[in-house]
């Protein structure tokens, strides 16, 4: 616990949440199972609509953002849609413990974040403008609020919006939730750009609401809407495309940041349903809620053009059956140090991170990169073992390399497009595993990284409130880490643990400045599976009722 008033910025919340080999960042100290937030929002009393439940289909490959012939916006796309995004991917169970796993990843599989809905009226669906939440456990719609008059949302687009529940990180990870619900929140930005890229739909984020504007829009500060100590924050809004204007497959822009004004005049709304209770006690983790108060975005003029990499260079994303690798995506907790990992697979993977508002789930995102990728490689064919940079931000590369260690190479790859230099060669699966808090998936998979981002520059150029859009653009690329890896037939891991001042000083920036900042770990590798945990189909417990 901490008083908010030791808390004046949101830098001082950053080095505050900072984990070192000597102190953790605030936590718990045990976890209190009787009071494990329920991982399931619903709202007793509103209306449901049940979804279709559409398991067995496949897509193909992706189709470029807004391209191919999209699939019309009824109860089956909107099911599959939010399926593929937010949706139960696997049960499992171990001992008497049973829990869901879900097509979006979440730190410790506690998943903050709620999905939400702006629908026009559809037929058979709805005869009026309504705000829905969606129900992972249930593959349903809960009508949280209906409009006399229109959605606001342009013709052949609807609202999908994000918000966190920073409780139910808080349970386990104390202080540095704040930093996990925005992890989440980029996860599942880039589940649902991936998830509307299968049903020829385009997904992008809104850079010009305030969080205000959404909160009003959601209901998130009713009294029905969460109980005491259970806050919810509005994170992020985003249009869905599902009949793009003329034009819009390919680069021309749909003009998103206009409707947003159209949907500030949304009429009184009639509310209905109560949330339920997430845990039995009340526990305060004011660091977290003041972090949010810190951050809390005001409107924004719409961004800078783009930096990105032509996709011709590149190649598609996920060339397998998209719907099955994100179905199928997991979070190791193991890994096989045998293992190798193609050069091929491994650059293709490397490249789907890389910037374009062409390509999925880039298309999505509409602010400028600002993360570059440290790799820690350990067994990639035709690659030497060593420490690699990715740089993401073509403009970032030259104060990168003044400011990291004088000794890196920076030797470009032979015969690779990407923007990938070697720095520093020689084994370093011991040095990866030390410095994401001893953890050995780090060093156990064919590659682990650090995602280190453009911190001062960002925070002058557009406000505090972008430290959680850092965050975001983190959980986008963990996305993409985790399906493409999937589609090699290796598995991803996200790390939250890592010791930040000791990557820093690793790679040679300055420990006493904030310039340049680790974000987020991650590892891929082939998974080593626990035989003792059983596993069971996502929807199992609704197939009976819904054939």
Not at 441 to 468: K, P, Q
């Amino acid at each position: 616990m901490v008083e908010t008033s030791r808390i004046p910025s949101i830098r001082t919340y950053h080095q505050r949440s900072k984990h070192t080999p000597h102190r953790s960042a605030a936590g718990p100290g045990f976890l209190d199972w009787d009071n494990q937030p329920d991982p399931f929002r619903h709202f007793d009393g509103a209306r449901r609509i049940d979804l279709p439940l559409d398991l067995d289909r496949t897509t193909g490959s992706l189709a470029a953002p807004g391209g191919g012939s999209p699939t019309p916006l009824d109860l089956r796309g909107l099911g599959r849609f939010l399926e593929l995004a937010l949706g139960l991917s696997a049960w499992k169970q171990y001992g008497g413990s049973r829990w869901a796993l879900r097509n979006n990843p979440s730190s410790g599989n506690l998943h903050p974040t709620e999905g939400w809905l702006v629908l026009p009226p559809l037929d058979g669906f709805s005869a009026r403008s309504a705000l829905y939440h969606y129900s992972p456990l249930l593959h349903g719609l809960e009508e949280r609020c209906v409009w006399p008059g229109p959605s606001g949302c342009p013709h052949g687009a609807f609202l999908f919006a994000l918000s966190s529940v920073p409780w139910r990180e808080a349970w386990k990870y104390g202080e540095r939730a704040f930093r996990y619900c925005q992890h989440d929140t980029g996860h599942a930005l880039a589940a649902a750009a991936y998830a509307g890229a299968c049903l020829g739909w385009r997904v992008q984020a809104l850079t010009a609401p305030g969080d205000r504007f959404l909160a009003d829009l959601l209901g998130i500060g009713r009294a029905d809407a969460n109980h005491p100590h259970e806050a919810e924050h509005p994170e992020l809004g985003a249009l869905v495309w599902y009949d793009p204007p003329a034009g819009a497959a390919g680069r021309e822009e749909p003009a998103p940041e206009a409707a947003w004004e159209s949907l500030r005049m949304i009429p009184d709304a009639e509310w209905h349903g109560r949330a339920n209770r997430l845990s039995p006690d009340l526990v305060d983790w004011l660091a977290n809620d003041r972090a949010f108060e810190l951050t809390a975005k005001p409107e924004t003029p719409s961004p800078s053009v783009r930096v990105g990499v032509p996709a011709a260079v590149l190649g598609p994303a996920l060339a397998d059956d998209a719907a099955t690798v994100i179905r199928r995506r997991r979070s190791a907790q193991r890994m096989d140090p045998r293992i190798m990992m193609s050069r091929s697979a491994c650059l293709q993977m490397l490249a789907q991170t890389m910037p374009g508002a062409d390509r999925v789930p880039w298309a999505a995102f509409p602010w400028a990169p600002r993360l570059s990728l440290f790799l820690f490689v350990h067994r990639v064919e035709g690659l030497a073992s060593g420490l690699y940079a990715l740089v993401r931000d073509p403009e970032a590369q030259p104060r990168l390399r003044q400011a990291c260690h004088r000794h890196f190479l920076w030797q470009s790859v032979p015969d690779c497009p990407l923007p990938l230099f070697l720095l520093y060669p020689g084994e370093l699966s011991g040095l990866a595993a030390s410095l994401s808090c001893g953890q050995d998936i780090a060093g156990d998979g064919v590659l682990s990284l650090a995602m280190v981002a453009d911190f001062d520059r960002t925070l002058a150029d557009e406000g505090d409130w972008a430290y959680r859009r850092l965050f975001w653009e983190s959980g986008m690329i963990g996305q993409v880490l985790y399906l493409e890896a999937t589609a090699a037939g290796l598995s991803g891991t996200g790390i939250g643990c890592y010791f930040d001042d000791e990557v820093h000083a690793a790679l040679g920036l300055d420990r006493g400045a904030t310039e340049w900042q680790s974000l987020y770990h991650f590892a891929v590798g082939r998974a080593v599976e626990d035989a003792r945990i059983s596993s069971a189909p996502a929807y199992e417990h609704l197939r009976m009722s819904r054939r």
